[in-house]
Structure formats: C-alpha cells, structure tokens
C-alpha cells in the first residue's frame, strides 16, 4: 500500500506479520493450486471457507463437504481440515494453511438437530445461523422484518453450544443477532460485516448490536468488499486500507480490542456472471462495482494481507492488538467453543 512509514516500521510490520497467525474469517476457496500461491504470499494461517453453499439440500451438502475435504486430502503437503486449535498452530509451524469449514446457513438440518452432530462429525466447526432470509432459527437482514431467534433457534444454539460449533451472526438481522449472543453459552462470531454507522447498508451491524458484541465477548470480522466499506459521501470512490482500519477502530471504540478481526468475505469462484445471478436470487447486495474495483485497493486477495498490519501500524495500533486482529481474537472465540 501507498504509506508514509518510516523503513524501521515497514520491517517492523513484516517481521510481525510474518510471526503472527492469520486468519480470514470468511472467503470462498477456489480449489486450485493458485489458492495456496496467493495464501502463502499474504502469509494467511487459517481461513473459514463456505461449504456447503448457502440454501443447499442436505443431500447436496453432504455431498459439497466431502468433495472440498477429498480436494484438502489431495494436498497433503499445503492443507489441513482444522477441527481444533492444535490444528491451527501446526499449521503455522508446518507452513500449511489451515481450513475451518463453516456453512452460511443452517437450512440442511431442517428440524433434525442430530444433523448438528452429522456435521459436527463432518468437520464443521463454524455455522451461520441463517442466510439472507427467514428460516427455522431467525431472521436473515434480508426480510423486511425481523422477528429474532425462535424458541427452536433457542435450542439449536444451544445443541451448537454443546457439540462444539461456533455460532455465526454475519446474515442476520440485528435483532436476531442480538439475540442470538443471549442465547449462546459461549461468544459468538460475526463472521464477515461492517459499522452501519460508517457505510449504512443491510448487511452492516449498527453501533448498538456491536457494544452487545463486545458484553458478550464476540468477535466480528471487518470486510475488505468495496460495497460494504463505501464512502457515503463520495460512494463511487474505490475503498483503500485507511478505509478498511476506520471500520476497525470504529468496532475498537464500541466494542474493545478484543472483538474486532478480518473477514475479507471474497469469493475466489466469483465472476460477473455470478454477481449478476447473486442480484436476481438476494438482491444487489454487492451493487454495481466496476469489476476491478470490487475490492478494497491493494487487498484484491489473501496476498494483500501483509497491507492490512502495514495499515493497523500506519493507523498506531500497538504491536499486541495487531497480533489480535489479524488472528488472535478468532483464536479466542474458538477456543471456547472448540474445547
């Protein structure tokens, strides 16, 4: 990125990013060998990827999961399934990058809660609760109204509690987020979003649901989508990294440091075909970006990571809370419900 910092912080900022442990909170992986080239290159040690897709039948989600988890086995020598924290540390020592698998939705179980334990067993460890629209649990921010967490949403959170699954919020509406924090015995993740009050949108979390974030212990991770980190006042304006550390400090300010984290949100499979299919299915979520510029700049992949501690260091945050956001903070939330 284009920065100001003096040659000492520059090497500063690449000796610390290269020892700390980096996790994307959401990103669709592309299952090819140039995933891992631009992995490597952004010095990514974990990632929550989507599978299955979201709105998928049970049959297909099964059958998604065991296909991306055969492609992760053919690449034994790069990747790992991650079903606990001990797996994420032996990837940063071996130099692997470590897979989370983790659904947007929870449509597949229907009313079966065993199927929580089905995926729980398949190696899911993060779920998000609901997608854009209404289903057993909550409500999606995609519906006009939301009516919160169902007294069964109640008790799926807490069969999620239970096995080990990390509750996701990214999709709902506020109050069922709000909600679903209540609910949860453990902290929740707000997997990929952004501030409402910095860049107003239907997918951003207003200043009141983050402070309940931050009583509540949860992380949330900041997107790098140029849609979502807007400038209001000039909203054809590319997003840069100052951009994406504004919505940093502004979870910082309402929530603490210890809730605030990256989920980039990037499709590696995307195309303008798909966003154009994504519009007509849930509505121009992403807008109308030109198609280069759908990104924050300089953060058009996991090889722009190193840019995002250069900005955190540019921005004064201390060495420490740049080890939590780039990846502390998820292993935190983790940890509590994994162990």
């Known amino acids: 990125m284009d920065t100001n910092l003096a040659p000492d912080i520059a090497s500063r900022a690449a000796s610390l990013h290269a020892s700390a442990i980096v996790i994307d909170g959401s990103i669709v992986v592309e299952q090819t060998d140039s995933h891992f080239t631009r992995a490597r290159a952004g010095g990514v040690t974990a990632i929550n990827h989507t599978v299955p897709e979201p709105y998928a039948s049970l049959q297909s989600s099964l059958i998604q999961v065991n296909r991306f988890k055969a492609w992760v086995a053919s690449h034994p020598g790069d990747a790992l399934i991650a079903t606990c924290i001990a797996d994420i540390h032996e990837a940063k020592r071996s130099g692997k990058e470590a897979i989370i698998l983790g659904p947007q939705d929870t449509e597949m179980i229907g009313l079966d809660l065993d199927l929580i334990g089905t995926f729980h067993d398949l190696g899911i460890r993060i779920m998000q609760l609901t997608y854009q629209r209404q289903n057993w649990i909550g409500t999606g921010c995609g519906e006009a109204e939301d009516s919160g967490i169902t007294k ?30 209540e609910a949860s015995s453990k902290p929740i993740m ?20 983050i402070r309940e974030l931050g009583r509540h212990g949860g992380v949330m991770g900041i997107t790098g989508l140029s849609p979502y980190l807007y ?18 400090k502004h979870v910082v300010d309402l929530a603490g440091i210890n809730s605030v984290a990256i989920g980039l949100d990037y499709d590696e499979t995307f195309t303008p075909e798909k966003r154009a299919e994504g519009a007509r299915k849930h509505g121009p979520l992403l807008g109308t970006w030109p198609w280069p510029e759908r990104r924050c700049k300089t953060l058009d ?20 809370d740049v080890l939590k956001i780039l990846g ?4 935190r939330v983790m940890a509590a419900s994994w162990s």
């Open 301 to 320: 992949n996991a090889s722009g990571m190193p840019n995002i501690t250069v900005g955190l260091l540019a921005a004064g945050f201390s060495d420490e």
């Open 190 to 209: 707000i997997t990929h979003s952004f501030c409402a009050t910095l860049s107003p949108h239907i997918r951003a979390k207003s200043d009141d649901t």
């Open 231 to 248: 400038h209001p006042d000039a909203p054809t304006k590319q997003p840069d990294i100052a951009r994406f550390v504004e919505h940093v």
């Open 152 to 181: 069964y949403g109640r008790e799926f959170i807490r069969h999620m509690n239970e096995r080990g699954i990390v509750v996701d919020v990214s999709h709902a509406g506020q109050k069922s987020t709000v909600q679903a924090m």
């Open 328 to 331: 502390g903070n998820w292993l």
